[in-house]
């Protein structure tokens, strides 16, 4: 799916991921506020303010995090 549908079947605090990404364990939770979207990587909070390239706004390659960062491990 690409990353408009992934954020709007997510729950609050849901996770999204990339197929493609190289980086195990690495996840992206979209947020209303100033955080915007914060980056996880090994279930670890690794920053505010992700990034996004033309390359994942474009993908269709996304997916939900059935187990975010707050709840234990990232891989389906």
Request: with cysteine.
């Amino acid at each position: 799916m690409n990353i408009y549908e992934a954020c709007k079947k997510i729950k609050p605090k849901q996770a999204i991921s990339r197929k493609h990404w190289s980086w195990d364990d690495t996840c992206i939770v979209p947020t209303e506020g100033p955080g915007c979207c914060e980056l996880f990587v090994l279930n670890r909070f690794a920053g505010i303010r992700w990034d996004p390239k033309k390359e994942d706004l474009t993908a269709n390659d996304w997916y939900l995090i059935k187990k975010g960062p707050y709840q234990g491990t990232l891989k389906d």
